[in-house]
């Protein structure tokens, strides 16, 4: 039942959004949020409609991804539109008792949970289309300009790396330690929260020992193969911007200029807070 | 030949609690020359692991010099140095792979190297290619057998062309079809890449298949010889507590119960050919 564990949310393919350089996908994706959040205006929140669902259809990851996806976050966006109907002052559309609902805080409500909603389906698409090691690829070469600042981006790299390693091992040995402990009589499908908790304490605690040993081979590894550090490392693969990231940055750029477009020239729909 | 590994009565131990110290090895030497495929025998805490993390400088004698490849593994400095010449594969495949991805990790060694991006990628498929691992190469360690992530690791180390390569044990997690391949793909980087070799074991039917035999036994090198000479001694090793290939053993046992048998035995094929040889004579007789 571990096994069905996937690591990081990656949904392999061949579009050009699964090949592009995963630093410009990093950069495009923060341009992105910028933009959701520059709309001031609602119309501008419209021009991510037809990126998000262009972008969604070039890397053809299925809808169904999406409401997956979306799903966690529900709640929030739910808890928050709700605070905002109720509690922002404006025009009073309804009222009971103490409870009203203005046309300001329904406009905010919307554009809010619209907002959320496409952020999350938004950056969703970064971890759908990268793989978790081009991902901490694209991190470490695109913060490496803050090694001066002595940031130890590499070393933070070669750690998120290790754990990616590392997830499935780890998964089949919790699995085998779960067999072994259930084979000796531990029960750990019964029983209330504190119970099943404390019956979990036999399956951890060989776990983390067995974790300890592990890392500290693996540092006798490492050092065995010449590894000390970041300094005077090379990489096999290099990254490269081609002329496919140029196109998307555009697209991008002309995207976030409409929305900047629209929020100083077109009419005022909705007043919104 | 050039002698690669040149220990000199080293002695080697951790220290205890009452500051004491416990022994591991007393006043080992040992030379091994360029090309050598040594199999190192002898049971647990013998000290033969601890003298293959002499080798390359992972552990450092408290008494004696190591030297490797003309460094004295004293020398911090050229530490490095040492260990891009002398790879060393350990017991637990799952331990020693980094990366996520089968040719990233065979990329590490080089890529810690310093290496130019293009000749890390030569390196890295013709490292695959000598291991038979070049159809993985896209693979997660994680969806591999045993066998075939030590031949990965195998693989990682002799990217960063090593001339020698200690293995721990190599063959101690797997089946028996994982050690096959691993044995056969030690015997040909011995063989074709000449890259020397010495295999840290306690298997006999791998050690039988080196040109060199050195058995430990409490910190000492109890012998040192061919593989035929080393299983003649079939009491004396039984005594350390440790077997003899199975045909050597029967032949043993046969001798001993009175037929004539040679003492130099080490394969099924050899065996059976002594003992077609024997029934003959039994038959002309």
């Not at chain 2, 131990?13 to 020359?33: A, D, F, H, M, W």
């Not at chain 2, 005594?239 to 119960?257: H, I, K, M, S």
Request: hydrophobic share 45%; net charge neutral.
């Amino acid at each position: 039942m571990l096994k069905d564990i996937t690591i990081g949310q990656y949904f392999p393919g061949q579009s050009i959004l699964h090949e592009m350089d995963p630093r410009m996908k990093i950069v495009l994706t923060t341009v992105y949020i910028i933009m959701l959040f520059a709309a001031s205006n609602p119309l501008g929140l419209c021009v991510s409609i037809p990126f998000l669902v262009l972008a969604y259809g070039v890397s053809r990851i299925p809808a169904v991804m999406i409401l997956r996806s979306l799903k966690p976050v529900l709640p929030i966006i739910i808890f928050t539109s709700l605070l905002n109907m109720f509690f922002i002052d404006g025009q009073v559309l309804w009222q009971l008792g103490f409870l009203k609902i203005t046309l300001q805080g329904l406009t905010t409500a919307i554009v809010m949970s619209i907002r959320i909603l496409f952020l999350i389906a938004g950056t969703s698409l970064l971890t759908y289309t990268t793989s978790p090691i081009a991902l901490t690829d694209g991190i470490e070469r695109l913060f490496s300009p803050l090694k001066r600042l002595k940031l130890p981006v590499h070393e933070l790299a070669m750690m998120m790396t290790i754990a990616l390693r590392f997830i499935p091992t780890l998964v089949e040995e919790t699995d085998k330690i779960m067999s072994a402990q259930k084979a000796r009589g531990a029960d750990m499908e019964s029983g209330g929260l504190t119970r099943r908790a404390k019956a979990l304490i036999p399956i951890l605690i060989p776990l983390f020992v067995s974790a300890f040993r592990r890392a500290d081979e693996l540092a006798l590894a490492m050092e065995c193969r010449c590894y000390r550090g970041g300094e005077g490392r090379t990489r096999m693969k290099q990254l490269k911007i081609h002329s496919r990231d140029i196109f998307c940055a555009i697209f991008v750029g002309v995207c976030f200029a409409a929305v900047i477009a629209i929020n100083l020239w077109a009419p005022v729909v909705l007043t919104m807070r | 030949m050039e002698d690669i590994i040149t220990a000199r009565e080293i002695t080697f131990g951790y220290p205890k609690e009452n500051n004491q110290i416990q022994l591991v090895l007393r006043g080992v030497s040992l030379t091994i020359q360029e090309g050598e495929f040594v199999a190192i025998l002898g049971h647990n805490g013998s000290g033969k692991s601890t003298i293959a993390k002499h080798m390359n400088a992972i552990l450092v004698p408290n008494e004696g010099t190591m030297t490797v490849c003309g460094i004295d593994t004293k020398d911090e400095e050229k530490l490095y140095d040492i260990r891009r010449q002398v790879g060393m594969v350990f017991q637990n495949p799952d331990n020693q792979i980094v990366a996520t991805i089968v040719e990233e990790d065979v990329a590490f060694g080089p890529e810690n190297m310093g290496v130019e991006p293009s000749r890390i990628r030569e390196l890295v498929d013709q490292s695959l290619e000598d291991v038979g691992m070049s159809e993985y190469k896209h693979h997660a360690p994680h969806q591999l057998s045993g066998g075939q992530k030590q031949r990965v690791a195998i693989a990682g180390i002799i990217a960063m062309r090593p001339r020698c390569i200690v293995l721990d044990e190599p063959t101690a997690m797997l089946d028996p079809k994982g050690r096959r391949e691993v044995m056969r793909t030690i015997q040909r980087l011995n063989r074709e890449n000449s890259i020397t070799i010495v295999l840290i074991t306690h298997y006999m039917e791998e050690a039988a298949k080196a040109g060199r035999v050195v058995v430990m036994d409490d910190g000492q090198i109890l012998y040192d010889d061919t593989p035929k000479h080393v299983f003649s001694h079939v009491r004396e090793l039984k005594e350390v507590g440790l077997d003899v290939p199975q045909a050597t053993e029967l032949c043993y046992e046969l001798r001993q119960a009175g037929y004539d048998l040679p003492e130099d035995i080490l394969t099924e094929e050899e065996c059976a050919q002594a003992l077609c040889h024997l029934l003959e004579r039994g038959k002309a007789v």
